[in-house]
T-cell receptor, first 113, second 113 residues
Framework: KQEVTQIPAALSVPEGENLVLNCSFTDSAIYNLQWFRQDPGKGLTSLLLIQSSQREQTSGRLNASLDKSSGRSTLYIAASQPGDSATYLCAVGLSGNTGKLIFGQGTTLQVKP | GAGVSQSPSNKVTEKGKDVELRCDPISGHTALYWYRQSLGQGLEFLIYFQGNSAPDKSGLPSDRFSAERTGGSVSTLTIQRTQQEDSAVYLC???????????FGDGTRLSIL
């Protein structure tokens, strides 16, 4: 059974810092991996999707990496801003191409001005 | 609209009543997903639709839960004889095709008294 773990559960940093969020999964037979952002009372916003054949994806200040063999992904946020404060969720798409996602518990990030 | 729309945004009902939750996916998206987000369990997959059929309904927690999709578009999730443990935020997502980036609605917050 695929399990997804995110560390740390919460993180507080001063504005301008670079930071790394971690995600690990137990079964390397994945289809893809997605990082989402969730603001309080809202749904999820897709940030980056990495296919199983890829090693990383970049969008603006965000960079996500994937190491399938070790069951790990990281989300790197450069030059953090208060507007980055949110909960970040990692989700693994299972092989079989149904698109079903298994989510981690999330990392709640606070960026202080 | 351009995004995934869910209604109602909030629903409060008494234990034992039936409830229907609605999801309008992004036009043209063939894949549709229901997830449940609760404090103790995080985000859990419930059911996946491809067109009008549901190849994967493995996440439905009991036979009180059912879902349908009509016209390859709107989906309804029905919970019969609601229990207090059904209280959660129910999120719907759609994607252009299975395995692609999933776009989420803002969810329906369900409270069972």
């Amino acid at each position: 059974k695929q399990e997804v773990t995110q560390i740390p559960a919460a993180l507080s940093v001063p504005e301008g810092e670079n930071l790394v969020l971690n995600c690990s999964f137990t079964d390397s037979a994945i289809y893809n991996l997605q990082w989402f952002r969730q603001d309080p009372g809202k749904g999820l916003t897709s940030l980056l999707l990495i296919q199983s054949s890829q090693r990383e994806q970049t969008s603006g200040r965000l960079n996500a990496s994937l190491d399938k063999s070790s069951g790990r992904s990281t989300l790197y946020i450069a030059a953090s801003q208060p507007g980055d404060s949110a909960t970040y969720l990692c989700a693994v798409g299972l092989s079989g191409n149904t698109g079903k996602l298994i989510f981690g518990q999330g990392t709640t990030l606070q960026v202080k001005p | 609209g351009a995004g995934v729309s869910q209604s109602p945004s909030n629903k409060v009902t008494e234990k034992g009543k039936d409830v229907e939750l609605r999801c309008d996916p992004i036009s043209g998206h063939t894949a549709l997903y229901w997830y449940r987000q609760s404090l103790g369990q995080g985000l859990e997959f419930l059911i996946y639709f491809q067109g009008n059929s549901a190849p994967d309904k493995s996440g439905l927690p009991s036979d009180r839960f059912s879902a349908e999709r009509t016209g390859g578009s709107v989906s309804t999730l029905t919970i019969q004889r609601t229990q207090q443990e059904d209280s959660a935020v129910y999120l719907c997502a759609s994607s252009l095709a299975a395995g692609g980036p999933q776009h989420f609605g803002d969810g329906t917050r369900l409270s069972i008294l």
